[in-house]
């Protein structure tokens, strides 16, 4: 999808007052069953798309970090909390941006699910997507 940077994506926090632009499409859209982006998100399973770092920028800030897992940083919006951004050490150079803060949030269709063997036994999701019992790091770093 990278190569894809024909229109520009943008979206915002629950509150509007930070706004998100990016310049190239998400390297990867992915469903996140773990617990941590579940807390996170406040959602049964967290969605997120990819963005290389330096793609997408964050207007007027990311907001602020919060790191509560090594390795794991993630901000949220300074005035509603929003999560807004997410990073991990072993998947390098790459933004997690939840997906429901896109406008475009229809164009990027999860390609995957990530810590399928945490995800909630009642969530049935119908797809046919690769399911990946880990972080699927090897795949998201491909
Ligand atoms: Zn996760
Ligand atoms: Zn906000």
Redesign the pocket.
């Known amino acids: 999808m990278a190569d894809d940077i024909t229109s520009e994506i943008t979206g915002r926090c629950y509150c509007g007052a930070t706004r998100l632009h990016a310049t190239e499409t998400p390297l990867s859209v992915l469903y ?3 617990t ?2 579940r807390r996170a998100s406040g959602g049964p399973v ?1 969605a997120f798309a990819a963005f290389r770092e330096g793609t997408i920028a964050f207007s007027p800030s990311e907001g602020r970090a919060i790191s509560c897992v090594p390795g794991v940083i993630r901000t949220f919006c300074e005035t509603c909390g929003s999560p807004l951004t997410g990073r991990n050490d072993y998947l390098p150079n790459t933004v997690y941006v939840p997906l429901g803060l896109l406008d475009q949030t229809d164009r990027f269709p999860p390609q995957i699910h ?2 399928d063997d945490n995800r909630l036994q009642w969530l049935h999701i119908n797809d046919d997507l690769p399911r990946h019992t880990s972080s699927a790091r090897s795949k998201l770093n491909e």
């Open positions: 996140c069953h773990c941590d982006c967290a990530a810590q």
